[in-house]
C-alpha cells in the first residue's frame, strides 16, 4: 500500500517560538478523519522544540539536510543520530537548493542516503531536472542519473523506508507548477526506476510526491493523475491555513 504524504519544507525561516506555535495550530486543526501522512520539515533549530510538543499520530517532522558521517570536525554539520535525539524520524536529502546553491553532489546525496538508512532515518530524497535540461530534453536522462546514484547503496531490505519527491527545479518557488500530465510523466518515468533496479512490488508500493509550487488551488488536478502520491510542498506550507488546505482537499479525495 502507498502511503500518501503532504509534506511542508520550511526552509530557511520560523524561529523556535514560530515554529512551536505553527505545529500546535496545525495540530488544532488536524482534528478530522486524517488518512494521510503529515509532515513538517522546520530548520534544525527547531527539531528539539516541536519533539517535545507533536503528537507523532498526527504529524510526522525530520531534518532539511544532514552530513553522512556519524560525528568529528565538520563544523556547522548535523547528523542523522542528533535529529533523531531531538525525535526526527524524517530527513530531506538532495534537495534542489542544497544541490544548486550549496553545490552537493550526486554521490554526496548517495552518502547521504546510505547514512540516514543506516541510522534509522526516512530519508525523502529529491530529484529533478533544470530548466535548460528540460528544454534540451535531457530531463530524463538528468532523472535516471540523480536516481541511481542517489540510490546506489541502498538494497531491497531498505529501500521501503524511502520517498522520492520529483522536484522540478524551474518549478520550485517560482509560481510555475509543472502540470499534471509532466508531473504524471515524470513519476511513471521514477517508478519503472524502481522498477528495473528493484522489482515491480517495490515501485508500486512507493511514494513518490510531487514538489514545485504546489498551492490549494492547483493541489487537487496534480492529485488526480496516478502516480502522484501527494506533495512536498515550500512556500505554502508556511502559514498553517494554506498547508491546512492542501492537506484537506488530499484528504477528502482518499477513500
Ligand atoms: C520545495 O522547496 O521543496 C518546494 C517545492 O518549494 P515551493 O513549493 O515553494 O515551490
Not at 509543472?178 to 511513471?188: G, I, L, N, S, V
Amino acid at each position: 500500500m502507498r502511503q500518501v504524504i503532504v509534506a511542508g519544507n520550511w526552509k530557511m525561516n520560523k524561529t523556535v517560538s514560530e515554529s512551536v506555535e505553527f505545529v500546535k495550530e496545525l495540530q488544532e486543526g488536524l482534528g478530522f478523519d486524517l488518512k494521510l501522512q503529515v509532515l513538517v520539515f522546520p530548520p534544525f533549530t527547531s527539531l528539539y522544540s516541536i519533539g517535545r510538543i507533536v503528537d507523532k499520530s498526527r504529524i510526522g517532522f525530520g531534518a532539511q539536510n544532514m552530513y553522512f558521517e556519524k560525528a568529528g570536525a565538520f563544523t556547522g554539520e548535523i547528523s542523522a543520530d542528533m535529529i533523531k535525539s531531538c525525535g526526527g524520524e524524517y530527513v530531506i536529502v538532495g534537495h534542489s537548493e542544497r544541490r544548486h546553491i550549496f553545490g552537493e553532489s550526486d554521490e554526496v546525496i548517495g552518502r547521504k542516503v546510505k547514512s540516514a538508512l543506516e541510522s534509522g532515518l526516512k530519508p525523502v530524497v529529491c530529484i529533478g531536472e533544470k530548466l535548460d535540461e528540460r528544454e534540451a530534453g535531457k530531463t530524463e536522462q538528468v532523472i535516471e542519473r540523480q536516481f541511481y546514484k542517489a540510490f546506489e547503496y541502498v538494497q531491497e531490505d531498505m529501500i521501503e523506508d524511502c520517498v522520492i519527491a520529483y522536484e522540478p527545479v524551474w518549478a520550485i518557488g517560482t509560481g510555475v507548477n509543472a502540470t499534471p500530465e509532466q508531473a504524471c510523466e515524470a513519476h511513471d518515468f521514477v517508478r519503472g526506476l524502481l522498477e528495473k533496479k528493484y522489482n515491480g512490488g517495490v515501485a508500486e508500493n512507493f511514494t513518490i510526491l510531487y514538489g514545485g509550487s504546489v498551492k490549494p488551488g492547483n493541489c487537487k488536478e496534480l492529485f488526480e493523475k496516478n502516480g502522484v502520491d501527494g506533495f512536498l510542498v515550500g512556500g505554502a506550507s508556511l502559514k498553517v491555513v494554506s498547508f491546512l488546505e492542501i492537506i484537506k482537499i488530499v484528504n477528502n479525495m482518499l477513500v
